[in-house]
């Protein structure tokens, strides 16, 4: 299994709870990028790690979002006081150092969150 | 922000025939990608352009970068039932994020 892994498939959850969203990048990839995608829509990108480089948080809509990656690796999408509005698929990519071979982003299956 | 405009939305085809899709910008772009996302799963990189006016294929798909570098199309030739999905148009961000800016996709349904 070398491609890109995401925990959980899905999550139901209630209005006001707080969710955690887990991805396993590709083994030796240095970008991470957190990506969401609302029904019958293209992908809204998040936010992006490169190596010990402070993330790019530009895409975060709003402070109730937070992300980390622990050791280069793992990331974790924490989603505070969920509304409904958050509810999409949540897509995690990475990709290998920059440049042209790193403009490839691998994604994972996504998690569908699901706020109620 | 950077928005591009994909079309059509949607499209319904006979299997084995052709498709062509297609996207604009009102921006200058160096990079334009060619994604496809299965049902349930993440988007894959179909094709990638670099080169204003650069056609490229891959197997039954082709794609061409714009001259102006503000749009661009892809071509399905032959269509089968697993060209079935959304393809999205894509475009790379400057800077350091490199981040990827995607359409609204165009929704392929073949018909048998």
């Known amino acids: 299994g070398a491609g890109v892994s995401q925990s959980p498939s899905n999550k139901v959850t209630e209005k006001g709870k707080d969710v955690e969203l887990r991805c396993d990048p590709i083994?030796?990839?240095?970008?991470l990028y957190w990506y969401r995608q609302s029904l019958g829509q293209g992908l809204e990108f998040l936010i992006y790690f490169q190596g010990n480089s402070a993330p790019d948080k530009s895409g975060l809509p709003s402070d109730r979002f937070s992300a980390e990656r622990t050791g280069g690796s793992v990331s974790t999408l924490t989603i505070q006081r969920t509304q409904q509005e958050d509810s999409a698929v949540y897509l995690c990519a990475s990709s290998p150092a920059s440049g042209r071979a790193g403009e490839t982003q691998y994604f994972g299956p996504g998690t569908r969150l699901l706020v109620l | 922000g950077q928005q591009l405009n994909q079309s059509p939305q949607s499209m319904f085809i006979q299997e084995g025939e052709d498709v062509s899709m297609n996207c604009t910008s009102s921006?200058?772009?160096?990079?334009w990608l060619w994604y496809k996302q299965d049902p349930g799963e993440g988007p894959v990189l179909l094709i990638a352009?670099?080169?204003?006016?650069e056609l490229t294929s891959n197997g039954r798909l082709t794609a061409q970068f714009g001259i102006t570098r503000k749009d661009s199309f892809l071509n399905i030739s032959a269509s089968i039932p697993s060209d079935v999905g959304i393809y999205f148009c894509?475009?790379?961000?400057?800077?350091?994020?490199?981040?990827?800016?995607f359409g609204s996709g165009t929704q392929l349904t073949v018909l048998p």
């Open positions: 083994s030796g990839h240095t970008a």
């Open positions: 921006s200058i772009f160096n990079t």
């Open positions: 894509v475009v790379i961000s400057s800077g350091s994020a490199r981040q990827l800016t």
């Open positions: 352009l670099y080169k204003a006016g």
